[in-house]
Nanobody, 119 residues
């Protein structure tokens, strides 16, 4: 099992920045990478950024490219999402998820952290 704990959400004005953290514990060696998802009210959950633990590949949704940056700290089993130039449409609950090395699917999820961007 892998446990994920997010932190760093909050309320920010448009144009501001937030940094989300995801701390992983447990059998992290069984995971391939981590991703950040978000879900706004009435919308489907979407993957906004992802990275392998080993590095060399990152994914960003078109809507966040150039504004969000995903980084990792292997020693701390942590991954971060730096969010700059935030827009009201970035308002959502953000979830950290871990990707299984076997199935390559996201099977472990954190509890989510609310990000609210005011206009």
């Amino acid at each position: 099992q892998v446990q994920l704990v997010e932190s760093g959400g909050g309320l920010v004005q448009a144009g501001g920045s937030l940094r989300l953290s995801c701390a992983a514990s447990g059998r992290t060696s069984s995971t391939y990478g981590l991703g950040w998802f978000r879900q706004a009210p009435g919308k489907e959950r979407e993957l906004v950024a992802g990275s392998r633990w080993s590095g060399g590949y990152t994914y960003y949704a078109d809507s966040v490219k150039g504004r969000f940056t995903i980084t990792r700290d292997i020693a701390k089993n942590a991954m971060y999402l730096q969010m700059n130039s935030l827009k009201p449409e970035d308002t959502a609950v953000y979830y950290c998820a871990a990707q299984s090395s076997n199935t390559m699917t996201y099977i472990y999820w954190g509890q989510g952290t609310q990000v609210t961007v005011s206009s």
